[in-house]
């Protein structure tokens, strides 16, 4: 059975029970019936959801070992006026910076060094021009990792 | 392309010499950024394939009679370009004898000690188009060319985001101290900057119009 046809099964178990308390005769609200029926429901079967869905999602999360791993390359390259469009992979070879990873850099720098970044550039260039400068290039990195990540 | 980030270099220039594939392969890995290489047939002996990216500046010509480098201003240079961008697989129609402003699909910077210059691919120079003019590129320079593409040819030319127009010819170079500091980092065409060059200002002094 597929993760999604597991959580359809679910939530098919539970409506009858929904059913059963909206019409009960102590609720007149039927909105608030619904709501607490199924808040009622998703916290009997919360671990029984979260079981399903987590294999599901896992591909999308972005722990703190990935941040690790991905994100100080990444920085190190914006930190020195590089669009971090690809880094280093652990076979020694170049692969697409991934996007999570490119903006939780670009946030990093900016609240961590900010003033590193800025002296990258000439003195008369303005601290808004620098900061623009600094959205052009995590720009160009999302747009030119995901085109390489698709070409390959 | 690169006035912004020049300065002058050291006295220990030893040999100017084309930059080998090997020497390209491990440079990329180590110090030399030319960013994202879509295909490993784009590195070559002495040069890297550059592809144009999905920018572009082109000039609003009802809105000008003439370029005066002397009088010209942002706002006077806002006035009369302005910016297009074409979604990769989709096409700018450079007609003959046309021109207008690109850039590079790659993000580039170089090493303190290698210089570039930027040239068209020979198969699209047949074809009519030239992609630079002001070719070289500095030690030290980062961010994505300008290419000034012309259709020198007779028949309208579709120019598509990602094709390898040209090539970056990378030569080892006296190596500078330190990366010089960047008026901006380019990811899009920039245009000409003439207007904040000190010379006008004693043009004008000399020569009142």
Known sequence: MSSSSAIDSVLTEAMPRVAAGANAAKYKDEAKVVQKTIEKNLGKNADNLLAKIRPVISGYSFKASAYGQQVPDVLRRLRSGIAPIEVLDSSGAMSPASVVAILNAGWELYKTDIDGFYGEFRGDVPKMERLANLNHLLFKAIEASEVARRWK | ?209
Not at chain 2, 86 to 96: A, D, K, N, R, T
Not at chain 2, 116 to 139: K, M
Not at chain 2, 189 to 194: A, S
């Open chain 2, 1 to 209: 392309m690169s006035a912004d980030q020049s300065m002058p270099v050291s006295e220990s220039l030893t040999s100017a010499a084309v930059l080998s594939k090997e020497t390209l392969l491990r440079r990329l890995k180590e110090d030399l950024i030319v960013s994202p290489i879509l295909e490993p047939s784009q590195i070559g002996d002495g040069s890297v394939d550059i592809s144009l990216g999905t920018r572009f500046i082109r000039s609003r010509r009802a809105k000008a009679t003439e370029i005066n480098f002397r009088e010209l201003d942002k706002e006077k240079i806002r006035s009369f370009q302005e910016s297009v961008v074409v979604p990769f697989g989709e096409h700018y129609i450079l007609h003959s004898r046309s021109f207008v402003l690109g850039c590079t699909f790659e993000f580039i910077a170089l090493p303190l000690d290698v210089c570039g210059f930027v040239l068209s691919r020979s198969s699209y120079g047949r074809a009519g188009l030239l992609i630079a003019t002001a070719t070289f590129v500095h030690p030290g320079w980062r961010g994505c060319l300008t290419l000034e593409l012309e259709n020198l040819g007779e028949i309208p030319i579709k120019l598509h985001p990602l094709s390898a127009v040209g090539q970056l010819v990378l030569l080892n170079a006296a190596k500078l101290p330190e990366r010089p500091k960047a008026k901006i980092i380019p990811v899009s065409p920039t245009f000409t900057t003439l207007n904040e060059d000190p010379r006008w200002k004693k043009i004008k002094a000399l020569s009142p119009e």
